[in-house]
């Protein structure tokens, strides 16, 4: 039963590192859209591909997000994404290690 324990915590830190480079890719995309960088660049082309579907579902269901020119869809997702986390990815590793 404990490599079923270790797998479970395998796959929690695995998820908690993807979902922590996630962040890390909004917050990087939220300070270059301060900047306006420019949209050809391959870096900003990666980085828009990553987070713009994602931005994209947020301002569709949420039409409140996009307040006088300020678009709060980053902040939206850091937020799920922390819920996630703490719900979660937490709750999968204490099982985890409960086994």
Known sequence: MFVVGNLLVTVAKLLDTVINLYTIV??????????????????????????????????????????????????????ILQLFNGVVITSLYQFGRGL
């Open 26 to 79: 909004i917050i990087i995309s939220a300070l270059l859209s301060w900047v306006n960088p420019d949209p050809y660049n391959p870096v900003v082309r990666v980085l828009r591909s990553l987070t713009e579907p994602l931005y994209y579902r947020i301002r569709k269901r949420f039409p409140f997000v996009f307040i006088n020119g300020f678009d709060l869809s980053p902040l939206v997702v850091l937020l």
